[in-house]
């Protein structure tokens, strides 16, 4: 099929190399000139394990291409739009500028397809009856059908997640009256669902309000063990047994229940926080109260590492601190709403003096916070450090060796900030430890085990 997919950021780029990888002819269109140009030169503009690979697949195969002209768009059958809905300036609600604005521009090229219908699929994550506003804008032309296609990717993971789904979402109108747009999306991916991925149509606010529930329920059950960590911290206990054990229950399960920093990234904080805004805007505000607390106990937890620092260093002006890590999780650059870099830049307007390292993340971080001192390698940034931090868990931080690290500080003061370090190891090599919601004193050595990791 002839697909165009609009706005070819983080998520639409993936998604325009991923339909090219299903064999489809896909162009992307995004006004990011400087965008374009890299995506067309087959450079990534953002890191996530596999995409490079697809996006050369794509391009050396000639089924993708890039542009910023809408006018290359007409002749598509399916355009996918999945522009960025970032928090509003002026509160908490999702900005929809750039859903609308392409919305508006992709309407002015839409032909009449000899009786043939087009299809519009949204994938930006957007509040309750989003869809249902741009399908009565949109349906209007003759032949255009829309859709809600949520998408559910982790970053890093990206890739698999969108040719590999759990799920596919299908947001519709009518559900008893959508046949001929659910075939159009089902060519799409008869790909995926040859492999019998499920396929769930529902009607458009329903599908709206699928993904934003995801994202809310996988933010509480993280603020849920950070809130924990809280009475650990208050009690003597330790929360990575009390993870262990919740996660043993199949009610609960073990993913997302490693308290640490919190969540941050371009998704989880504003999506909840749009969320928050469209149920007051709905009238069913209190229904949804709680969240408030959930975005509350994640800032509590940036905020309790600073404390930490200070417990260990006392006053931290002039004092030599690392922070490993920048973005806001592994395998991937993305430094939106980092707990690592919101730590670092507290205790730097504190007066410490802050070296940032990140396999990836370094330029991202630098553009965010100018001055910020960064170090690519990770040995040089641990040099003469006297307290670190580990606040991003790369595998390069979780491998690193107690002893020979010891060698390289001013002074042996850790903190495990993601619960992913050996208290005991990083003990009996002399290290002063301390992490969020465990004993300040030497235990059983129960470090978090890999299905207590957040993806």
């Known amino acids: 099929m ?77 355009h996918f739009l999945s522009l960025g809905t970032p928090q509003r300036a002026d509160g908490f609600g999702a900005d929809l500028t750039a859903l609308h604005a392409a919305a508006g521009s992709l309407a002015e090229v839409l032909p009449a397809r000899a009786g043939r219908p087009t299809l519009v699929v949204g994938k930006s994550t957007v509040p309750a009856g989003t869809a249902r506003g741009l399908a009565d804008r949109l349906e209007r032309l003759e032949g255009v059908r829309v859709m809600w296609n949520p998408e559910f990717l982790r970053e890093g993971f990206a890739v698999k997640d969108t040719l590999d789904p759990d799920r596919l979402v299908y947001g519709v109108r009518d559900p008893d009256g959508a ?59 330790d929360v990575t047994d009390i993870s262990r054990a919740l996660g043993m229950d199949d009610r609960i399960g073990s993913k997302f229940l490693r308290a640490g920093v919190g969540f941050g990234g371009g998704c989880l904080p504003k999506d909840i926080r749009a969320f928050i805004a469209s149920a007051e805007d709905l009238g069913a505000g209190q229904a949804l109260g709680f969240l408030r607390e959930v975005d509350a106990v994640n800032q509590r937890r940036r905020v309790r590492v600073v404390e930490l620092a200070r417990e260990m260093l006392g006053p931290v002006r002039g004092r030599r601190i690392t922070v490993l890590g920048a973005a806001f999780k592994p395998d991937s650059d993305d430094v939106r709403d980092s707990p690592a870099l919101e730590v670092a830049s507290r205790l730097t307007s504190a007066g410490a003096h802050v070296t940032v390292t990140d396999p990836e993340a370094l330029a991202n971080a630098a553009r965010r916070f100018e001055g910020m001192t960064t170090v690519a390698d990770t040995t040089e940034a641990l040099r003469g450090a006297e307290l670190v931090l580990l606040l991003t868990e790369w595998r390069e931080y979780r491998e690193l060796d107690p002893v020979a690290t010891a060698q390289l500080v001013a002074a042996p003061r850790i903190v495990d900030g993601r619960g992913v370090l050996s208290p005991r190891d990083w003990r009996e090599a002399g290290w002063e430890f301390r992490a969020l919601g465990r004993p300040d004193a030497p235990a059983a050595d129960t470090a978090s085990a890999p299905e207590l990791a957040l993806s």
């Open 179 to 237: 046949d001929t747009e659910i075939a159009m999306l089902d060519e799409v991916y008869a790909g995926i669902l040859e492999r019998d991925v499920e396929r769930l149509v529902m009607g458009f606010e329903t599908a709206e309000l699928v993904k934003v529930s995801a994202n809310a329920f996988l933010a509480t059950k993280i603020s849920f063990i950070n809130a924990i960590a809280e009475l650990c911290e208050a009690t003597g206990a």
């Open 2 to 78: 002839k697909i165009s997919v609009i706005g070819v950021g983080y998520l639409g780029a993936v998604h325009a190399a991923s339909m090219a990888e299903l064999g489809h002819d896909v162009i992307g269109l995004d006004v990011d000139a400087r965008r374009i140009d890299l995506l067309s030169a087959g450079e990534a503009p953002f890191h996530e394990p596999g995409f490079t690979e697809i996006l050369r697949r794509g391009l050396d195969a000639g089924r993708l291409r890039f542009t910023t002209d809408y006018a290359e768009l007409a002749d598509a059958e399916v």
